[in-house]
């Protein structure tokens, strides 16, 4: 949708273009248009069809199962309760970008669902105005000027650059499911959430494939700007 948006807006500017004056274009490109830098662009065309088939033939299915046979309240819970486990990084990297307000933000929205919210299964911080301040390593990393290097699309984990992939062990070392032992039960509680995730968000994910005439550019596109938005923001 924001590349609509960016296409209209870029439209309604040419038509207006003897109006305007250079150092007003200059400034609406570096707001509405990135180039994405993708020099693996036919490695990351080949990965991205790989995930899409593991997707169509072995995760959707699966994910049909899953949706048929846990009721909605229950996925919800789940997924409330997952996302809860993310505050921790959510706080350390806004505290470490020095954003205070986003900091105490995530502190109070972990300690309400925590108790409240029972482990995060009730989502109680959003409804009394407590938003999630998503953070991580990678986002820090652009905080501090590390640009994100190229585009890079990962074996079913998907859209990345190289800055984020870099940063991702890090990430790993703030959430707590991987300390969960024997490795086999983390390794199965992270499956039950990535498993939960895609079915919350699967018409989304449909739906926006379908939408789309080349879904790899969207998609490429639509990651980098919203890791430049959490970076800015």
Known sequence: MKNIISILLLVCSLQNI??????????FEEEYIQVVNDPLENYNRFMSDV???????????MLDVYNTLVPLGFRMGVYN????????????TNLLSFRMEET??????????????IFGVFDIATS????????????????YGFGSGFYLVLPILGPSNLRD????????????INYLDPFYL????????EINYFVVNKPRFDEFRKDSSDSYLLI??????????????
């Not at 995930?51 to 299915?61: C, E, G, K, R």
């Not at 301040?133 to 990393?141: E, I, P, Q, R």
Request: charged fraction near 20%; hydrophobic fraction near 40%; aromatic fraction near 16%.
């Open 128 to 143: 009394n105005g407590l938003y999630a301040n998503k953070s991580d390593f990678g986002v820090l990393f652009g905080r």
């Open 51 to 61: 995930n899409w088939q593991l997707y169509d033939y072995v995760f959707s299915p």
């Open 81 to 92: 309760f997952f996302n809860n486990l993310f505050s921790p990084l959510n706080i350390l």
């Open 18 to 27: 003897s109006y305007a004056n250079l150092n007003e274009l200059e400034e």
């Open 220 to 233: 490429r596109d639509s990651y980098e700007q919203y890791r430049d938005e959490l970076i800015r923001r």
């Open 165 to 176: 992939s870099i940063a991702m062990p890090l990430d790993s070392l703030i959430y707590p």
């Open 104 to 117: 105490y933000n995530e502190v109070g929205r972990f300690a309400l669902n925590s108790t409240v919210g």
């Open 186 to 193: 983390s390794v199965g509680v992270r499956a039950l959430k």
